[in-house]
């Protein structure tokens, strides 16, 4: 008789304590606000100011389109470098070299400093 009556009472004492709300958490302290410092540039090293047009590629310009056999024939007295269609290009900037990009095609298809 002891086991007819335990079992109902612990099934319904599961059951409503499962209908419970579950207890509110408690609410996260505000985030600290960090200052970033402002680090100087002054005196870096390894930076180079980018002016536009250095080397002089706009007069080259009108080469664009053109294959890009004709590089060499330009007669070009300044450091100059071609860069192949999805070549590899090195990150070093010389603001006085000649940049020729080259296309699929391989025609000359930008000019610039670098």
Avoid at 11 to 19: D, G, K
Avoid at 36 to 56: F, H, K, N, T
Avoid at 82 to 92: A, F, S, T
Wanted: glycine letters at 8%; charged letters at 15%; hydrophobic letters at 40%.
């Amino acid at each position: 008789m002891t086991r007819s009556v335990i079992l109902p009472l612990i099934a319904s004492a599961t059951l409503l304590s499962a209908c419970m709300p579950a207890p509110e958490p408690a609410p996260m302290p505000a985030p600290v606000p960090m200052v970033q410092p402002i680090a100087s540039v002054d005196g870096v090293a390894g930076l180079q100011s980018r002016e536009p047009d250095l080397c002089g590629a706009k007069t080259y310009a009108t080469y664009l389109s053109q294959p890009g056999s004709i590089i060499p024939q330009l007669g070009i007295t300044k450091d100059y470098r071609v860069v192949e269609y999805r070549g590899i290009e090195p990150q070093d900037y010389d603001p006085n070299r000649i940049v020729f990009r080259l296309d699929a095609a391989g025609n000359i298809y930008n000019v610039d400093c670098g």
